[in-house]
Structure formats: C-alpha cells, structure tokens
C-alpha cells in the first residue's frame, strides 16, 4: 500500500444530472443571469446517495421582478434560525440580522461584507438555501416585517421584543418567536436559480450542499504539519539557513512559504524570481531535501514587466490595478495563459502550491482592485467578476496541479459559492483573537476553510495561545511575513527584526514546540476528518450546532468546534485563565488528563493546555511527534482510549482506506492508556 | 432695536431662476430619475450675487448609461485634490479613495458609510460639483485608471508609487501626480443632473453650494448656549430638580433634552407624554421661567398606540420598523399629519426643538430601519427614502417652526444633499475623540454641521478634553441620557447610576464650568460666524483648506478648524500634552496670552486650556458670562484686541445689523487688553 499515492480529490468525480441528486431541489424564479457561481463551476457535483433520499422540498422560494432587481423570499418558522453565508466574521446565528453579501477585505462591521461571502445558509429545521448569484445580494434573515401583519397573540412585550426560546437575553429583540421570511434582493437581476438541500438536519443539509459543490478537498498530508511563511526580505541564503534552524532547533515545519518580494515586482505582479532567488531550483531542491514543500504568495493583477502581460491584455478587465491587468479568469484563455506560465516556472521547479492574496476587493483602502463597473471580456462585469474572482483564481492554479497529477494546499484570500472542493485556506488581516477561533467554527457552515494564523502577538501567553488555536484549525500556519526571527525568538516586531533575540528565547520556543508537537501528533486524525469531508461533505471543523440541531445549548456556541467527530475543542484568549466549555450529549473526556465530563462546565485553562475533549468511547490515533510529515515515523501511531467501557475508532487514510478499531476494554477511567497501532491493528501496546 | 427679532431663516428668500444664479452649471446627463434631492428641496436656492460671476463651467461631467446604471466622468488634474462627500468620519483627502455613499448608522470603515452621505465635492482646483441622487451611488475618485493608457513620464517609482507634492509620505500611494477621473457609478438610474459650482477658489464653490442649497441657518442665541440631555430614566420632578441644581450651581445651560422615554412607547414612538411627565405644559412653564428650552428626543417610526398612527398608513412605506410605520416624508399628507400632531402636542406647549434620531439606517445591526426594497406611496423606494429620510424629516419638523415663526435648533441623526439651511447638527454613537475632532472640520465642506457630544469620559482629563471640543463647536452638547448625574460629579457610569458622587466633584465641576463659561463667551462670535453662513454661504465651522487652498501644508490638516474668520481651533485629546500646530499666512495671537505665532509651531496644552489663535488684527468681541442667553447681561461685549497696531472686528447680529468695529491702536503686544464695547461702539475700558 502507498500512503502516499494521490487520491484525485474531484476530478475523478462522474458529473451527475441533476435528477440524480434526491434532496437537492433547484427552482428557476424569473430569467436568471448568465454568468453565476453554478453557471461558472470547475467542479461537477459528487453522489449524494450515502445521504437519506428526501422527495419533497422542504421549503419553496418565491420570487419577484423590481425595477432594482429581483427578490426571493423564503418562510422562517418561530424559533427557526439561520446559520452561514459565508465567513461573517461578526456574527454567527444570521436570523435577525441584514446582510448584503459584499466582497471586502476589511470585515470590520457585520454588515455582511466578506472575504468570503457565500449566499447559502441553513436552518435549525434542516435544510439550505443556495441562491445562485453573483451579485452583491441583501438578505434580509427574518427581521422585516410587512406593514399591517398582526403579531401572534401575545408574542410582543414592552418595547416590542420577546424572548426566543432557549437564547441568551441579548437575542431579545429579534422575535425570533415569530414566523418571519428571509427575503433576498438581488441588484440587477431579473431572476435566479435558488436550489434547496433537504437534511433532514441541518448537518445533512450542509453536506448536500458540500457533495453539490463537488465534496470537500483532501490536502496532502504535508498540508496538514506545521507551515511558516518567511519574512519577505530574505534572499534565498536566508531562506535556507532559516529552514535548516527549524530542522536543527527540532521545529516542526513541512512548508515554507515566501512572500511578496520574492518576485521583480509585486504590486502588481511579475511572477517572475527576484535577484533574492538567484536559483531558485537549487533552493527547492535543496529544501526538498530537508523535506520542506515551498508556497509563493502572488495576487492575479499582472504587471507589464511580466512575460505574460501581453498574452493576458486581450483577456483581461478594462481598468487596471496597480498598473497591471486584472486576468479575466472566466476565460479559458487567461486560465491558460496564466497557469502555463505558473507551471513552467514555479511548480515544474518544484513548487507546492500558492497563497492567492489580494483576490478580495480591497478597494475601500486605497486603490486595491478593480471598480464593480468594469467590464472583462467575458461579459462579466466587475460586481460579477469579484463575487467570482477568488474561485475562478483557485480553478485556474487547481488546472495545474490536477493536470500534473500532483495534491496541492494553499491560501486564498476570496472565495465564494461552491468553494468546497478546493485545498484553499482562507485568512484575514484582521487580528482580533476570539474573533478568528471563532472564524473555524463559522466557516464550516459554507464549505469554506478558515486559518486563525498567528503573526505577532501582544505577548508570550498571546503567542502561546494564538499558537493552539492555529494549531487545531484547518492550516497551523505562523506567518512572519515582516519579521526576520520566529516570533518566539523575540516578540516584538522591531527588535526582532534589528536581530535583538530575547535572552530567554529558548523557553518560549520549546513551549511552542509543544504546541507544535501537539498538531504533528493529530495530522492522523485531522486528515483523516478531510477525508470524510471528501467521502460525505462533512466539514472537519465545524459548529457544534451542526452535530446537535436539536440542543438549543450549541444553538449559540462559535466559540467552540468541532474538529471532526469526536473532539470538540474550546480555545483559550490572553488574558483568559478558566472558560466556560459546553459538552453536548453524553460523555466526554479532557483529552489531557482523561477525566469525563459532561453538559456546561467550568474548565482551568493553564497556558501549556488548549481545552480539548473527546467524545467518550472513542479511540483516538495519535501520531509519532516529528519534524515533518515525510518522516515515516509519522505514519506511527498511537491508540489513546478514551472509554470507560468499549471503544471504536475509525480512520480513514489517503489511499481511501477505511480503518475501523474497536476496543472492548473492561471498566477504566482516564487518559495516558496507550496502545501502539501496528499493520493498522489496534495492540496493546 | 429688537434683537430678539426672529430673522426668517429661509423661507422669505426669493425663489430664483437657475439663470439667475452665475457660477452654477447644470448638466442634464440621459434620463435622470424623478426623486433626487433637488426635486424634493423645500428650500430655494438663494442669490449668489456676492460672488464673482463666473460664465464658463470649470469643469464639464460626461455620462454614459450601463446595464447596471449610470456612470458619470469628471476630470481630475495632477495634484487636485478632493474633499467633501458629507461626513466621513474616517478620511478627510478623497482623491484617491473610493466610496459608495449609504446611508448608515455605524460607520466604522472608510467605506463611504455615514450618517450623513452627500453627493457633492469640492476641489483644490475651486469648483463643487453636485450629484443630484438619491441613490447610493459609488465614487472612484482619482483611483482608478483605464488599461493600457500610459503613465506620464518618470512619474512612477518603485512599485509604482510616487510622492505628491507637498504632503505626507502616507499619500506616496495614490499616484496624485497622474491626471485622472472621478468615476461616479449611480446604481439604477438612466442619468442625472449634474450641478458645477466655480469658484474661483474652493470656497467660493462650498458658498455657492451652499446658497444654492437655501444658503445657512441662524439658529437662536439660546441654540448656541450649553446643551444637556437628562437621564432618560427622569421623571418630570427630577428634570425640574436638576434644572434647579444647574442654576443653583453655576453650571450654564439653555437647553435641556429629553431622551425616549418621555414617551408611552419609544420603540416605536407614540410622541404621547408618557406618565412619567404628568404635566408637561407646567413643567415646559417651569423651565422658560427658569430660561430653559426643551428639546424632546424621537424618532420617525410611529407605534400603533399613536394617534396618528391610523392616519399615516395609508402614507408610509409597505414595511414596519419595530412595529411603526415608516411615515413617507415625500408627501405632504403625512408632513402634515406628522407636524400637526407634534405641534399640538408638544410645541404648542413651548417645545423648542427636537433630537430627531434613527433616521439613519442603522439596519446592520439588528432590525433598525425600512429595507432597501420597500415601497413608498410616493413611488420611491427604500434606498431613495434612506437617501432623503434625514433632510425630508427635517422638513416636516420645520414646517411647525416656520408657520409658528418660531425659530428652533435641534439634533439630527441623519443628512444629505443641500442641507445647508436646516438649523440641525449631527451626532454620532461613534466615540473617538480625535475622529469627533476631525467632524468638525469635515464638516463643512458638505453644508452640514457636526457635533462632538459629550457622553461619558475615560477619565477627568478626557472629560474635560471632550468638553473643550464641544465647547467649540456648534453645538454645546452634553448627552447624560443614560447617566442619573452629571458626569462631573461621577465619571463612572454604573456608579453614577447609584448615585455614588465623587467626593471631590466640586473641583471637577469647578473646571467644566470654566470650560463652558468659555462657550458662553463665545456666543456673539460664534453666532456671527452663523449669520455669515446665512449671508454668505460660509461655513462657521470649516477647515483650514477652505480659506487657504493655495497653500499645501493646510491641505491634510483637519485636526484644527476655523470657526469663523478669525479663529482657529487647535483640540487636543486626553493623553496629550502638547501638540503641532500649523498656523496659515500671517500672524496669530494664542487666546489665551496673546503671544504671536506664525507658521508651523509646537504648543504646550496645559489641561485647562484648549488652543485656539486669533488672527493677528482682530477685534475679538467676548460677551459677559451668563448662565443663560436670556440673561441681557449676555448682551453685554468686551474687545478684546489681538493686534500689534490696527484692528479690526466685525459683529453680525440677530437682526441684520452688520456692526464693524476698529481700533488704530498704537504699537502694543498682547491680549488682556479689554475695551468695554457699548451701544455696539468700541469704547477704552
């Protein structure tokens, strides 16, 4: 068996006519636009068949022209709530809420604007709505109300609000006790395709519309160790000498990545290697070597100097950014020419994959895209063009690794609709802790991924515990893109880079290679969590909602996730010494110390441990610990059990394998009971 | 001479033919739609006689119609730099930013949110130009080029940045060096009328627009004393009893406010005295003998349980707001039920004015307004609505003023186009001093005014800070809405709350009220300035750009202000102790000691002193300090002479009367020299 034998993440998928997804449901209100998220996609819908086979439609949109556009409106039951569209990083539970689903770079008011806006949500009564646009459109999530329509009967309270079953006080004013709509206004439109996911929870829903979208992506493993984004003032000496430091200092890391300087010109981009580089192929060989996989940061806006500049000119938006073109990626024409260029010159070198930044219309801070009235030869115009940019863009670096045969895990820092299918991360410039923990369970919602990376941090207990949530997310990524030192050899940012190392450096970087370590030990079980995502749709991080619809306590929990299916982790901010966790459903063991729990608890959270618990009853793989994941000792295992009484596990590996353990133990508590799994055998050990 | 004569503010100015006004250019551009802020003006535009005649456009728009709308062109030359665009509280230069211009409550991204959206900019080329839309349109100002059109010669730099003449290395980015466009996308719409206002400077275009707008408002004396809104938790006994301890205290006030719940339902509003005022024509009595104005906080959604209720529905929008109606402004039956009702109710009654909040779609943040689809009896749409909600509901409140011929000044939490006449000022939840600061001088490149409110403070310092700003500034305001003390007499909230006084409050109170006697002083100056900007058009509050375009260093300065001619502001925020100030052409005496500066200077700010210079040759008129404008002695001036040898002073008054003061005073540095002015004749002391 060859672990390491490519599993095609999508392309081998048969493309399937839609009356061969029983459960899904697509109506055609008015005449929809041309040039949409389905209309656009790579990726063909996967079977749906593991799924239960739903014949009616939950929920039946309704739609009319205006003279601004077209509105859908969709029924809301009391109590019904709303989850999703996209990376809102500002809020979680949508009903009650507007939303108009901009792409924007700078979040900072939940208003709906978005790396990542997606227009699909689901409901508390199992089901998602996909409205198949790529207009800025409104949603309206449960909170108009048309005049004259009394309220039911004694539903209304002093100033108008009521407490909603099961919710915390602040969501008083919300009437969630009402029956409401979701009414989504569409600019320009004069019509749309709405599709419905049945469940018939809201967990099935999301894996509907996950399998539609063409099933979640499967990173390489080496995706999945520690990655570190190098200060972009390092020449290709520095690179090395850092890279081999990790390797010396026993630093988990299984990718580089460098940032923008490594090309003649960034803003806007000639993909082309500076005099930094001088070699570059030496240096991927040599990194290589030393089993580092390389990442490059680029955007798509091309500069003149590039050598693609005037292939793209014909292919490309009227304005230009940066003084470059902005590629009309709906056109195979610019796929092409772009991708042809990126292999030859990067990823034939050996390059691994890319950080597509910039992709994410961030045009309210100066100059930094193109206006939504641009035209591109596609027929798109730029509103269309940028609710579709970070997708197109992730389709036309995917064109080269699937035509090479060759995984790939990258950033990006757009997406939108259907983006289940790629082995992008997303991230952000913004940097409030809490708020990205929370980002993980969000994302989950839309088949998005999401990274809390860590850049810099206020101090070492900020640093330590920005380390684990990066640690348990969907890319452990630190990224020293302006700093000359690992953060742990000096916190701050301009003493690190004058070379001005803390004197006790040592300590904190061996309390970040605990952290590190802890990630290198779980890459097992989180691959094995995308490979279900690949297999059912079922996103590895996701809200605890999503596994338990029916517990109103998890209805309001973004602070906690689920990291496939049996950990629920419960990150810890600076400043933070205990938390309060939310165990749903049985039982449940601290993953530390094996003690069982269950229901709302009161956890200490000393700074050297992330709050983790596994379900009880489950037998958890851990890795050997190593420095990266092409060392064969990372393919050891270890059986933690997790059980007072019978365990199972289940993992599934890249070749597609599906490993079941079961353990029929007799009446034990705790952790620290470890069994070495051999031949994919569970022994005791 | 009656100078309690109430000078009409507008309504007696002569409608005038557009070809009466030269200087101003319309452009009709394709089919402009039928609701815009100039089809719907209650005021006419005024003469603009006193400024130079101008027979030729200085600029001309070009438009073209999209399937997404319209696009409209305007020129920009290297280097012209742009302002305006209403109250954007995040960016003071526009040229090179984008913004789309929508209403909203929280703007906190310099997005081109604002409570106060206007389509209208000014130039350091001298002209305005006006975007008559009701729509929120997207402006690419400066920021956005066409591909393929070449650079001029050696402009770019590096990665293509160049440094602008004579600002910041901050604005190296925005190519101001390049000619360019301002790129004006109207959503929706077929076209629009364009208006150009000349110049030659850019001031005489802000007057122009603002005369055309119906020129300035003269609020009453009274409007420029002290401000205080009461906790909204009093009753009727306590207004009246901290009235009482304000007088008994010294603390200078003129008006008081009510906040929401003098009403039986605020959420919406009902506008009936709620039980809490059992008799508030006694207490309206009780306060005029006592020389208080009130001021009643509302909102324009109207609860069932209003008498009006019934009446407005069949003239409001088709979706409710907290279970109101959305009354609709652009039509005369619901102005009038509208006024009527609150002229019975509350002004008959001695009223002075209103807080007219929640105009400004705060919809983002929970359910706080009308959507962008809803439908108006009038025909206009939500988003039409949004755009003129601020200035129609404005007009309906001045509508019981004018026929009273009683003049008012109030609150307004929302603006927009030509909104020059309205004697209202705008206010924001946002609390950032040094962005409150920058409001001020924002301000008045839109035909608006802005005040820094004083809620709650930090600390004394940051108290005092907040207080000297809004001491300057047009409106005095202290909002205690949610405080039971003043905030001298406890800073912290919750304690204030439980009456918890700080024992040494009387030293706190002691500074505040040195702070607000200096406001008082000011009121002559201060409503000169005010009755300029009604003859003239001139802004009393502006920035120093305004008055000195030809000089470069005043061109990103909007952390000073004039007030008036011959003033300027220097605030300083808690935490600072000296600040740069840069001083324009010719000398200038600090207020305070009357030394001369002149150019770019370093000043110490001692706490109890705020910088503000007089232009060198002034006559600076200061009036008794009062408790209260009604007092005559407020009529009171003394000279004082900010000169080294002539000077000159000149005092618009209530009335028309222009009274021009001068002084061929011998060769003498310094202030303290006070000259008791008399029957308006300047007289030795």
């Known amino acids: 068996m060859n672990r390491r034998q490519f599993l095609a993440t999508t392309a081998a998928a048969p493309l399937l006519a839609e009356a061969r997804h029983p459960g899904i449901f697509k109506f055609t209100l008015g005449t929809p636009e041309q040039i949409t998220p389905v209309s656009t996609r790579r990726y063909a819908p996967v ?33 019904e709530l709303v989850y999703g569209l996209g990376l809102q990083l500002q809020s979680f539970i949508q009903r009650g809420l507007k939303k108009k689903l901009r792409v924007n770079a700078d979040p900072k008011v939940d208003s709906g604007d978005s790396h990542a806006p997606v227009p699909f949500y689901v409901t508390t009564r199992g089901y998602g709505v996909l409205i198949d646009t790529a207009r800025y459109a409104t949603f309206y999530c449960g909170n108009k109300k048309r005049k004259g329509i009394p309220d039911e009967a004694g539903s209304r309270t002093g100033d108008g609000f009521v407490s909603p079953v099961g919710l915390p006080a602040a969501y008083n004013r919300y009437n969630f006790n009402q029956p409401s709509e979701v009414l989504i206004e569409i600019p320009e439109a004069q019509g749309v395709d709405v599709y419905i996911f049945a469940g018939p929870s809201l967990r099935e829903a999301v894996q509907r519309y996950n399998l539609f979208s063409g099933s979640g992506p499967i990173p390489p493993r080496w995706g999945l160790g520690m990655w570190y984004r190098a200060s972009q003032d390092f020449t290709q000496d520095e690179v090395l000498k850092l890279s081999a430091e990790f390797r010396q200092r026993r630093i988990p890391c299984d990718v580089i990545g460098l940032e923008p300087k490594w090309q003649t010109h960034a803003y806007s981009c000639s993909y082309v290697w500076s005099d ?12 290589a070597a030393d089993h580092y996989r390389l990442n490059l940061w680029e955007h798509a806006f091309t500069h003149p100097s590039s050598p693609i500049y005037k292939d793209l000119l014909a292919h490309s938006g009227d304005y230009e950014v940066w003084g470059g073109v902005v590629p009309d990626f709906l056109q195979p024409e610019a796929r ?6 990126h292999e030859k010159t990067h990823v034939a070198l050996g390059v691994s994959g890319y ?58 820092r757009s997406s939108g609709a259907l983006a289940a299918p790629y082995p992008y991360v997303l991230y952000s410039d913004l940097y409030d802790h809490a708020e990205f923990i929370k980002g993980i369970a969000k994302s989950g919602f839309s088949g998005i991924l999401w990274t809390p990376e860590l850049r810099d941090a206020k101090n070492e207990e900020d640093l330590i515990r920005r380390l684990q949530s ?19 050899k000096q916190i701050e940012r301009a003493a690190n880079n004058k070379d001005q190392i803390d004197p006790y450096w040592e300590q904190l970087e061996s309390r970040c290679r605990e952290v590190m370590n802890l990630r290198m030990r779980l890459v097992p079980y989180i691959h094995s969590a995308f490979i279900r995502y690949h297999r059912d749709g079922l996103p590895p991080f996701r809200a605890l909602v999503m596994d338990y619809p029916q517990d109103p306590q998890t209805w309001t929990i973004d602070d906690q996730y689920m990291m496939g299916d049996n950990i629920i982790v419960a990150p810890v901010v600076a400043g933070q010494h205990e938390r309060s966790v939310y165990l749903p459903e049985g039982d449940w063991h601290d993953y530390w110390t094996g003690y069982r729990h269950s229901g709302r608890i009161q956890v200490r959270a000393p700074l050297e441990r992330i709050p983790i618990f596994v379900r009880g009853g489950t037998i958890l793989p851990l890795a050997d610990i190593t420095l990266h994941t092409d060392d064969p000792a990372s393919w050891n295992l270890t059986a933690m059990i997790y059980s007072d009484g019978a365990a199972t596990g289940t993992l599934y590996e890249e070749d597609g394998t599906e490993v079941r353990y ?14 070495v799994i051999t031949d994919r055998k569970l022994m005791r050990g």
């Open 47 to 79: 079977s749906t068949d593991s799924l239960p086979g739903i014949s009616t439609a939950p929920v039946t949109p309704k739609g009319r022209i205006s003279k601004r556009g077209y509105l859908v409106t969709l029924p809301l039951a009391p109590n």
């Open 276 to 287: 930094r580089f001088p070699d570059p192929a030496a240096m991927v060989e040599n990194l």
């Open 336 to 341: 092409e020419i772009f991708a042809d260029f």
């Open 355 to 412: 950080k597509l930044d910039e992709c994410d219309n961030s045009d309210f801070t100066g100059n930094w895209s193109f206006p939504e009235f641009s035209a591109f030869p596609s027929g798109a115009d730029g509103e269309q063009m940028h609710s579709l940019f970070g997708l197109r863009y992730q389709d036309t670096i995917q064109s080269i690794f699937e035509k090479r045969k060759q995984p790939t895990y990258g950033l990006v």
């Open 470 to 488: 990066v640690a348990l997310s969907p890319m452990a990524l630190i990224n020293g893109w302006y700093i000359r030192n690992p953060p742990w």
């Open 662 to 675: 079961t353990w029929d133990g007799g009446n034990f508590r705790g952790a620290g009971k470890r069994y």
